[in-house]
């Protein structure tokens, strides 16, 4: 296991639910069609959590790092 942290700041959510790696694939799709979304690229992860783990359908959630004005 490796331990990281994470940047303080703002984050944009989106969530991936349904069968994955599909899911997630389209997801990542959508963010990067998000024009307006003003990202930083400092600190953005993806996020397996228990409603990956145990639940029906999966979700993953994607957190990006933005501005804020």
């Known amino acids: 296991m490796v331990a990281k942290t994470i940047p303080k ?12 790696p599909q899911a997630l694939i389209e997801t990542w799709g959508q963010i990067w069609k998000e024009i307006d979304l003003k990202r930083t690229y400092t600190g953005d992860y993806e996020l397996y959590n228990e409603k990956f783990l145990s639940q029906s359908p999966q979700e993953i959630e994607v957190y990006l790092a933005i501005e804020t004005n």
């Open 9 to 20: 700041g703002s984050y944009a959510v989106f969530k991936a639910i349904g069968e994955q």
